[in-house]
């Protein structure tokens, strides 16, 4: 019985080259021309105030064409009092793959029909994979998503930490989804 | 010895047995909620309904947990007119829960809401407005009730009345007005077991105040150990977080180290299915301010050159004496006579003694020693005396409580510790030892009964296990 030594399978097809690819000069300085040509061009456009390249300046500029549905950073919803609808039910927590979810819930006795309430609601960035299912699990939509991404840079992973304060962006006043009973009639004294 | 059949199997009852035990000794599941193994029988809530099949081929339901075993009975667990029967007692039960397991501590262990998926499932059908009760009523420094959560099982008012005999718990009212209360002579306040209503609880409606929204059960893991707390022993569980739940937010990285509850483990031999209330506070007392480094007369020194420093005092003392910790695991005290063999003359210590308020003995559980090995103390190193000798010059000292005062003037200390204290201060050698929740071992309560506890935690940096130090302790000189 003989030996078959492995022979690779052969993928790519061999460059099929004229004379004039061949010179290899003319080529060149086609290529460069064509470099040279949108530097030039760009350059010009920068020296004269208007935008050249599709560069994004991140993290100053960030891309306006995000996709209506695009899974960006977290916002907690607020009730009108300007408190998170957050109940600290752990759920998010719960159900995040990246683990990224800390919450650090309270008693308030005070508040007879909200007495658990998050102390500290931190996220993760550095490991969040923006999957959007805390968005799912939350029972109290307490809990979305802007299009927006975060902007987080920086050269240390540990710092990518964002807490109550920071996510509590969204302001009940544009909440379509979920529209809060109006302020009654007569009702124009109270703040 | 009645014989019975129950879901097909013909199983043999012990005489005076009722259908629920019959069925639980022989590993056959029937839901309960008001019953308990050690409580009595109040047959209220329903839920354990069984059919039993009657001559002419019907069948009729009854509680399994009032209904004694008898000779030829034929019982069904679930069967259609049983489940039927089941379901509508849940729809029942629930018909005034409020259903707020997002903010509830019992969820994910909740006899309820386990039962509600098992046996009913569906919404409630309910037009009616549920009826409201008090959602947080303190019934003790330790215990809030909701009152809206509780299914009137009466578990906590049978316990107060026949195991902690307080009589600390009662109900008020009737129907679906009906409320658990305390007695207004503040009995239940007082009562040393009155954590026990928590587990008993079969709902959320009793909750610790100690672990009030600290964290969702399923976050934690149960470390099986025994309470120190005195010569009872009690196997307990200690819940901490688990591994892959630990917190990495700076802010809040501390919650990670430290039991957040204690449960009893149900143990005949030692403690039955309770602990006091001392057990429950076990957080506190393992969660005081540790010594983390060794001290050479007071100063902070390096962990080898103190090892070397005691081992060189203990091996020059040509009177020393050991005043060993009846906090010690029984490993430890062996390693301490592998090591030592008599080398030293022997003092036991209580480490512990009744703090003021505290229940020093009683019929239940609470012993007068509040020291857990005392008796391992003296099944591995024999009788010990009680009083330092007056011609000691080293005294080893092994624990806390101590008074720095029984050691003859002139005499030299080497102090083991896993606290901070002020008496570390004045041993001319410290060396910081770990606490029970970091290693594992066994202690022999004062009945002869031997229990293991587990370690929960990693050893903190500096810190020395008092099995392994013995062996090094052990030589001649200061040289390595």
Redesign the interface.
């Known amino acids: 019985m003989t030996r078959r030594t492995h022979v690779r399978k052969r993928y790519w097809n061999e460059p099929e080259m004229g004379w004039y690819e061949k010179a290899y000069l003319p080529e060149i300085l086609k290529g460069l021309a064509i470099t040279g040509g949108v530097f030039l061009r760009n350059m010009a456009k920068w020296m004269t105030g208007k935008k050249g390249a599709l560069t994004t300046y991140y993290p100053e500029e960030t891309r306006w064409d995000y996709a209506r549905g695009n899974r960006g950073k977290h916002v907690l919803v607020q009730r009108p009092d300007g408190s998170p609808q957050c109940?600290?039910?752990?759920?998010c927590a719960?159900v995040c793959p990246a683990?990224v979810i800390?919450i650090?819930?309270?008693?308030d006795?005070a508040d007879?029909a909200h007495?658990?309430y998050p102390a500290?609601f931190?996220i993760?960035y550095s490991r969040c994979v923006f999957c959007g299912l805390c968005v799912e699990a939350c029972?109290?939509d307490a809990i979305r998503m802007e299009k927006e991404v975060p902007t987080l840079p920086s050269p240390d992973r540990?710092v990518m930490?964002l807490?109550k304060e920071e996510l509590l962006a969204w302001k009940p006043a544009r909440d379509a989804a979920k529209p809060y009973p109006g302020r009654p009639a007569g009702d124009k004294d109270r703040p | 010895m009645p014989r019975l059949t129950i879901d097909g199997r013909e199983i043999e009852a012990k005489a005076g047995q009722t259908v629920m035990q019959a069925a639980r000794d022989h590993g056959i599941f029937i839901p309960y909620f008001c019953w308990h193994p050690n409580l009595s029988v109040p047959g209220n809530c329903r839920i354990c309904v069984v059919g039993v099949a009657e001559k002419d081929g019907g069948e009729w339901v009854e509680i399994a947990c009032n209904m004694p075993a008898a000779e030829g009975m034929v019982v069904f667990t679930a069967s259609e007119k049983v489940k039927a029967r089941r379901k509508a007692t849940m729809e029942f039960i629930t018909l005034n829960h409020p259903v707020d397991c997002g903010i509830c501590d019992k969820a994910g262990e909740c006899t309820l809401q386990d039962y509600h998926f098992e046996y009913n499932g569906a919404a409630s059908v309910s037009r009616d407005a549920k009826t409201h009760a008090t959602k947080h009523f303190d019934l003790s420094e330790r215990i809030v009730l909701d009152n809206e959560r509780c299914i009137q099982c009466t578990r906590c008012v049978r316990f107060t009345r026949e195991i902690s005999m307080s009589n600390g718990l009662g109900m008020l009212d009737r129907g679906d007005h009906s409320i658990v209360r305390p007695s207004p002579d503040g009995a239940f306040a007082k009562d040393a077991y009155s954590d026990n209503v928590i587990d008993l609880c079969p709902v959320g409606a009793l909750l610790a105040k100690d672990f009030l929204h600290k964290a969702r059960v399923w976050y934690l893991k149960a470390t099986p150990s025994v309470c120190p707390g005195c010569e009872r022993g009690c196997g307990v569980n200690l819940w901490h977080r688990k591994d892959e739940w630990k917190l990495r937010s700076p802010r809040q990285a501390a919650r990670n180290e430290g039991i957040d509850r204690v449960t009893p483990i149900e143990n005949p031999a030692v403690n039955g299915p309770w602990v006091c209330n001392k057990a429950r506070d076990l957080p506190r007392l393992f969660g005081r301010v540790r010594a983390t480094g060794p001290l050479f007369k007071g100063a902070p020194a390096p962990c080898e050159a103190a090892v070397l420093e005691a081992r060189a005092l203990i091996a020059e003392a040509k009177r020393p004496v050991a005043v060993v910790s009846s906090w010690a695991s029984n490993e430890e005290l062996a390693a301490f006579k592998a090591a030592f063999g008599s080398r030293f003359a022997l003092v036991a210590k209580r480490d512990h003694e009744p703090q003021p308020g505290e229940v020093v003995q009683d019929d239940l559980l609470i012993r007068a020693d509040k020291n857990p090995n005392a008796a391992g103390v003296r099944a591995v190193l024999g009788e010990c005396g009680t009083e330092v000798p007056k011609d000691a010059d080293l005294v080893l000292v092994w624990g806390e409580g101590f008074d720095f005062r029984a050691v003859p003037a002139g005499a030299k200390i080497v102090f083991l510790n896993a606290f901070l204290a002020p008496e570390n201060g004045h041993a001319d050698v410290f060396l910081p030892l770990s606490i029970q929740t970091e290693r594992s071992g066994h202690y022999t309560n004062f009945a002869g009964v031997t229990s293991r506890f587990e370690r929960c935690f990693a050893l903190p940096p500096g810190v020395l296990h008092a099995e392994e130090l013995f062996g090094s302790l052990v030589g001649n000189g200061r040289g390595a």
Do not use: M, Q, S, V
Not at chain 1, 87 to 91: K, P
């Open positions: 109940i600290a039910c752990n759920l719960t683990k800390e650090e819930a309270a008693f006795p007879a007495p658990k500290r931190e993760d029972p109290e540990h930490w807490g």
